[in-house]
């Protein structure tokens, strides 16, 4: 055996999501409804992918099926992370727990010892720059807070629950959608700077398509009623002019999509 | 990923930080400050002392205009008498622990009881389609109707008294439990289970704690009825090997035609009643209530 420095990266091989032929239906016979039809993506290791698409377009859908909170009908998901964690639109903490209980609530789950899950849970408040908030109680943070603790709860489930060296899946349901836009806007900085310590994968659904060239390196179009994926664009490191010139691609396709349905009905 | 920041990186960073924090500063709701120890005494202990005293001034007043027999209607200090006079000999405390602890013991059984039942009903649909309306219904049966029953099953001893405690409290306890189940908000448990519960695991973690406000009503409307169903047991059930509580304490009143005893058992029926509920649902209720930011009604 020779020791090559050149060892091709099999980055192609190890993907952390594979979907492959993802099918969802709602309900039976002629009253179904098809939410996904044949959906294929694969998102690498410490990927950021943004999942774009008009309402009813299955993203909500295609998450809860990575998520495994459902089941698809056909069609295979294939995950080499560990827990994939996920984050909604509305924070959903636990209104009983202090921020740092809440953080801690998934390591809890996963049996982890309470010195070592107060330890995570603090140094996870801190990465999301709520390291003195702890104490407090979700009633007693504003919306932007509440939403930094989920990150930082969801960041435990993934991350806390593993063995060390599996990578984490970050799975994001319009979670900024909520906010104002000054606190969106620093949270989406903030969710860039956590991502780059943290090495997790993300998949991010968005209906925006500022936000999905922003905080994405790729970011991919589904379709609506069925959800499929139309296009996908590279947008890594995008700046300036390229920037602005992408957005109104994507958004041109965007509508597209969106005003074939008008005709179709 | 983790590749060194360009200094730039670094100083948008800062400014970042900075402008969350000031976001933080301004978004969070303000703390609400809380009144100082006597002020709080002036507005909850004042108001019920006052009524308790009009109260008393009024019935005071309708003895003295002598309407009714002095048997139908006593002064207030002869009740006050017989009450001293129990509470001197020992006998009030005597009474008073038999019932409460009675009530106490009967309490513990029905939580034991009705918490698994109310978990059952509230998440197993063919349990609740089963016995849902049957428990709702029961909620409404007096529980007096149970003491005949309960003499004929199990003869004048403890147990008839316990079993007609258990059938008053175990539905509202577990009524109370499954309402506050039904009210949690959809999210909880499936951001739960986006965390990793299984269905042992939300249940003690999301589930219970969710429902806890709910949970805590359905436990004190149960201590009220195991409170009540005990004192129409006593009342009816009066035998020597079953004690002296303060059900029987009233029974022995009629029969002695001394209304004195009857209303200064009601007195001390009524007082263990309020005692219960300022020592502990009260606090309790706040302390819950407070925690998840809900003080409207306190």
Known sequence: MTATLEAPTPSHVDAAVTLSGVRKAFGHGPNAVLALDGVDLTVAPGEFVCLLGASGCGKSTLLNLVAGLDAPTSGSIALTTSRPAVMFQEAALMPWLTAVRNVELPLRLAGLKRGARRAKANELLSLVRLGEAGGKR??????????????????????GSAEEGTPGLLLMDEPFAALDAITRDVLQAELVRVWRETDTAIVFVTHDVREAVRLGQRVVLLSSRPGRVVREWGVDGLAGADETETIEEITAHLREVISGHAAAS | MATPQPPETLEADRGLAAVGAGLDALDAPPQDHRRSAGQRFLHTAVPPIVAFALLVGAWQALWASAIWPEFQLPAPLAVWDTVWTTVRSGDAGEILWTSVSRAVFGFAIAVVIATPLGLLVAKVR?????????????QSLPSVAWVPAAILWFGLTPSAIYFVVLMGSVPS???GLVSGIDQIPPLLPRVGQALGAGRLSSARHILLPAALPG????????????????????????????GLGLGQFLHNGQSLNDISMVIAAIFLILLVGIGIELLLFRPLERAVLRARGLTGAL
């Open chain 1, 138 to 159: 979700p009633h007693e943070l504003s919306g932007g807070m509440r939403q930094r603790v989920a990150l930082a709860r969801a960041l435990a489930s993934t991350l």
């Open chain 2, 173 to 175: 306890i577990a009524n």
């Open chain 2, 215 to 242: 949970y805590l009503a359905g436990l004190k409307q149960g201590w009220a009825f195991s409170w009540r169903s005990l004192m129409a047991a006593e009342i009816i059930a009066t035998s020597p090997q079953l």
């Open chain 2, 126 to 138: 063919v349990v609740r389609a089963a016995i849902g309306s049957l428990l709702t219904g029961l």
